[in-house]
């Protein structure tokens, strides 16, 4: 079975990537996806107070909000979803459960940023697609899935001693 690992955060571009890969593992002949939602660790005040709400309803809210999101996409294709909340920083969380599970593959959005919001701001995105041992699919928010009808495949011959 393929599995689509798919990070969301509730942008727009994450919404989009989750229907990408709803739609990409329905193409396939067995597929499941992962919901992951990373939280932040709480904020703690000048007082030593937290900042943000209570861990257990940001917990219960992540996870209505995948819940909902779940219902969505599998109204889009009858794929297996599963959810997950986790807390902590995104991409070593995200890191995290690429390699607690055998994903094969990572479909993550990306918002239209200026080539100068990229260079100084960077984009997580990219930053796990240099760093990733599995496909990462980067959709950005206008895309949608159009399925494979052709493959090019480029191969440079010059260097093999035997015939194939």
């Not at 509730?10 to 709803?22: E, G, Q």
């Not at 995104?90 to 990229?118: H, N, R, W």
């Not at 240099?130 to 959709?139: E, F, G, H």
Request: glycine letters at 4%.
């Amino acid at each position: 079975m393929t599995k689509f690992l798919v990070p969301v955060d509730f942008s727009k571009a994450a919404l989009n990537a989750a229907a990408y890969a709803i739609q990409m593992a329905q193409s396939m002949e067995k597929a499941s996806l992962e919901l992951l939602t990373v939280l932040p660790p709480l904020g703690i005040g000048s007082d030593g107070s937290p900042v943000n709400e209570d861990e257990k309803v940001r917990i219960q809210a992540a996870e209505q909000m995948l819940e909902a999101l779940q219902v969505q996409l599998f109204e889009i294709a009858p794929v297996p979803i599963d959810t997950k909340v986790a807390f902590g920083e995104f991409l070593p969380e995200l890191k995290k459960a690429m390699t607690l599970q055998a994903f094969d593959y990572v479909v993550v959005g990306i918002a239209s940023a200026s080539a100068i919001e990229e260079k100084m701001l960077g984009s997580s995105a990219i930053d796990l697609a240099q760093d990733s041992d599995i496909p990462v699919i980067i959709v950005g928010e206008q895309m949608h899935f159009q399925p494979i009808q052709k493959v090019a495949v480029a191969v440079e011959l010059n260097s093999v001693s035997e015939k194939v």
